[in-house]
């Protein structure tokens, strides 16, 4: 991003926004603070594209924030911008109630700054990842919107963006594809031919460990010869994207609704994220290690 990253502070309570910011002045961010949902409907209205991560209470006075969040979510220039909630309920069904409608991360006070620090990080990385896949996908040429079946091979990571780029082009008007293709080709490379499990990555990512992981796990001679196949079919109604791997599955049951179980990581949201606002039909085949994605045609803008 050419702009510094800037962060919506939405809470009430001005302790409250003075400690949020200064937890991500020390990460370099520039903060903007207000107390209602009215005057950050306000802020986002003028500025739009210079926020890039909204940290929201749940309860507020008049328009509350599920309110604004949901505002935000049917305005085409700010629903990418990732939202991260904050309440003092720890209810069960109000969290899943907000990552089910696509809140970035649910935190309930009090929390650890270091929690904050990771999941703020978390969601500019998401929001620029994206922003730079539209922008690659705009980039491409309209040869492949020609496209209405093919078999692609992936080993690595970049096999994986790469590919996805590409293929979404074949949809131009879908917002979001390329995102949602990238999480599956991702997944498929990662977690189904390398093995890297849930927890593993955690731990990872954490030790800002996990690209040299996957490095290593690629030249081990047992994932020598490991592909991934991304078969595509395309029709005048719909776009069906197949992904398979060669890995052992998994329960991805778990893993496709952002449920209060998602909202306790700062990974594993992938799966939920990519049929949330890539494709409007994602399902699972046998163990786990096929996926088929579908974009309805006639559901385009």
Request: net charge negative; proline share 3%.
């Given at each position: 991003?050419?702009?510094?990253i800037?962060?919506?502070?939405?809470?009430?309570?001005e302790?409250?926004?003075?400690?949020?910011?200064?937890?991500?002045?020390?990460?370099?961010?520039?903060?903007?603070?207000?107390?209602t949902a009215?005057?950050?409907?306000?802020?986002?209205?003028?500025?739009?594209?210079?926020?890039?991560?909204?940290?929201?209470?749940?309860?507020?006075?008049?328009?509350?924030?599920?309110?604004?969040f949901?505002?935000?979510?049917?305005?085409p220039?700010?629903?990418?911008?990732?939202v991260?909630?904050?309440?003092?309920?720890?209810?069960?069904?109000?969290?899943?109630?907000?990552?089910?409608?696509?809140?970035?991360?649910?935190l309930?006070?009090?929390?650890?700054?270091?929690l904050?620090?990771?999941?703020?990080a978390?969601?500019?990385?998401?929001?620029?990842?994206?922003?730079?896949l539209?922008?690659?996908v705009?980039?491409?040429?309209?040869?492949m919107?020609?496209?209405?079946?093919?078999?692609?091979?992936?080993?690595?990571p970049?096999?994986?963006?790469?590919?996805?780029?590409?293929?979404a082009?074949?949809?131009p008007?879908?917002?979001?594809?390329a995102?949602?293709?990238?999480?599956?080709?991702?997944?498929?490379?990662?977690?189904?031919?390398?093995?890297?499990?849930?927890?593993?990555?955690?731990?990872?990512k954490?030790?800002n460990?996990?690209?040299?992981?996957i490095?290593?796990?690629?030249?081990?001679?047992?994932?020598?010869d490991?592909t991934?196949?991304?078969?595509?079919e395309?029709?005048?109604?719909?776009?069906?994207?197949?992904?398979s791997d060669?890995?052992?599955?998994?329960?991805w049951?778990?893993?496709?609704?952002?449920?209060a179980?998602?909202?306790?990581?700062?990974?594993?949201?992938?799966?939920?994220l990519?049929?949330?606002?890539?494709?409007?039909?994602l399902?699972?085949?046998?163990?786990g290690?096929?996926?088929?994605?579908?974009?309805?045609l006639?559901?385009l803008?």
């Amino acid at each position: 991003m050419s702009d510094p990253i800037t962060a919506l502070v939405v809470d009430d309570e001005e302790l409250s926004r003075a400690i949020v910011a200064g937890y991500l002045s020390r990460m370099g961010y520039r903060t903007l603070g207000v107390g209602t949902a009215e005057e950050a409907w306000r802020l986002l209205a003028d500025l739009r594209e210079v926020v890039h991560v909204v940290l929201l209470d749940r309860q507020l006075p008049g328009m509350g924030g599920m309110d604004l969040f949901a505002r935000m979510k049917a305005d085409p220039d700010l629903s990418a911008i990732p939202v991260i909630m904050q309440t003092i309920s720890d209810r069960s069904a109000e969290i899943a109630e907000a990552i089910q409608a696509g809140v970035f991360y649910y935190l309930v006070k009090p929390y650890s700054g270091e929690l904050l620090q990771s999941v703020a990080a978390a969601a500019v990385d998401q929001l620029t990842r994206l922003k730079r896949l539209q922008g690659d996908v705009r980039s491409r040429t309209d040869a492949m919107a020609l496209m209405r079946e093919g078999t692609f091979r992936f080993r690595t990571p970049q096999e994986a963006h790469n590919l996805a780029i590409a293929v979404a082009s074949i949809v131009p008007n879908a917002r979001g594809l390329a995102f949602g293709l990238v999480e599956l080709l991702l997944n498929a490379v990662e977690h189904g031919n390398l093995g890297i499990g849930y927890a593993a990555k955690g731990e990872l990512k954490l030790g800002n460990m996990l690209a040299r992981e996957i490095e290593e796990r690629l030249a081990r001679a047992e994932h020598a010869d490991k592909t991934a196949t991304l078969r595509v079919e395309r029709n005048e109604r719909k776009a069906v994207f197949t992904v398979s791997d060669e890995g052992q599955g998994f329960d991805w049951s778990r893993y496709l609704a952002m449920d209060a179980f998602q909202s306790t990581a700062t990974h594993g949201r992938g799966i939920a994220l990519a049929r949330m606002v890539g494709f409007h039909e994602l399902s699972y085949v046998g163990c786990g290690n096929t996926v088929v994605a579908t974009v309805d045609l006639a559901r385009l803008p």
